[in-house]
């Protein structure tokens, strides 16, 4: 029976796979199939976002370039897992508004060893509260004990964080921007434009080849800074040596030392705050699904938010213990991924026929080969500074107009501002204990009412 004569079933089922307790893992190939549009968005965009943290590691944590990128490697294959081993409906990526928290209260500490403990140890808190509440089904519950300005608060002061940060000296000799300010201007204005610009709206409507454009996300932006960094001095490619990248194997696998309970005392608060955010995600995620499956009768999508806290707690903790100090951490949803795989799936199954085949296609099958062939590594690494950049940037804007949406009146604006304040300047712990002390007083059990959608 051809795709054009398909007819949705009375009842529909979800994607085939194999069932092992309340998880689903889906083999490529056999349970999903390649989606061509997906595949080639993966060539533009994943390589240099996967790649974005290198120079962190290699400034703040004394990495070499080679354990810096095997490193993303296997971070990769873990996050892939999310929908080929645990079966969840979403593109996964990191959770990005906790990377600038979690930099700066690791910048706090002056020995790398140590560094590299305290957020190997903000890894395991985080995936230990994501297990606790996935097993014990408390999620839903714990996140309904958070005072609405909290949240907001938290999401503000994370944004701020990213683009303070990206113009402080701190941990750098020199800010990124400084460093590159022709490239990361263009690549932040050019990806601005193209997704929040409203003028711009009414001429993706007109031209399809400006909406294909907007479609491809941080890629024009990024494109465009690495073609003119050359000319304007910011960037050289001059590395080109052999063809496949040799992963220092081994050699990144970290020894769990100095992690005692007054380091995962300091861990906690922003692993409360990283799982707020996560949880963040996940209602998102659910949100964009939910509403695609009201346009495709055929396929029912199983969402359980229970499975994605089990499957974010495990895929943390393993990443602590092969990967010690990944300070994105594993996070549920790359939303701008999401949204891109689900507009074309509500096109119907004659465009794609599941969601799972969209979603393994833009993490080609879960495998990174395009991180181990070298031309391409060597392609990014001069430009790895203004992906991880734009990357933060745009998280800083994301972050304070959703922030900024959720308050409904003066106070509320306030108390949003004063804990994401007090977060970006001083520490997590003390932003977190300001903003709920701040509500309890000035809001009372108004705190805890009910989120607008």
Partial sequence: MSEDSYTPPEHPSAAPGIRWGPFTARIPFVHTRAEWPELVQNLVVAGATGLAVVPIFMSAFGMSFDIAVSLCIVQAVILCSAFFLFGDPFCPGWITPALPLVLAAAMEVDVVSERIAFVTAVVIATGSIFFLLGITRLGALFIRWVPLPLKSGIIFGAGLSAIVGEFSSKGE?????????????????????????????????????LAVLGGLGMAPGFILAMVVGPFVSEVSYDKFKALFFDPASGEFIFTIQNLDIEVFLAALPLALAAYVIGFGDIVTGTAILKSASAQRPDEKIDLDEHRTHLSLGIRNLVQAGICGPFFPLQGPLWTGAMVVVTERYRRGREAMRSIF?????YYLFGVPLLLFCKPLVLLYQ?????????????????????????????????????????????????GLIVGLVASILLLGKDAWRKEAD
């Fill in 173 to 209: 000799a020199t800010p990124r921007v400084l460093q590159y300010p022709v490239c990361i201007t263009l690549a932040t204005g050019v990806t601005l434009l193209l997704l929040f610009s409203q003028p711009l709206e009414k001429l993706k409507a007109r031209f399809g080849w």
């Fill in 357 to 361: 085949d969209g979603i393994s296609s």
């Fill in 382 to 430: 001069p430009v790895l500074g203004v992906a991880l950049s734009l990357t933060l940037l745009l998280t800083g804007f994301a972050c304070s107009y959703v922030a900024l949406a959720i308050p409904r009146n003066r106070v509320e604006i306030g108390l949003t501002v004063l804990t994401g304040a007090m977060i970006a300047t001083h520490s997590t712990e003390l």
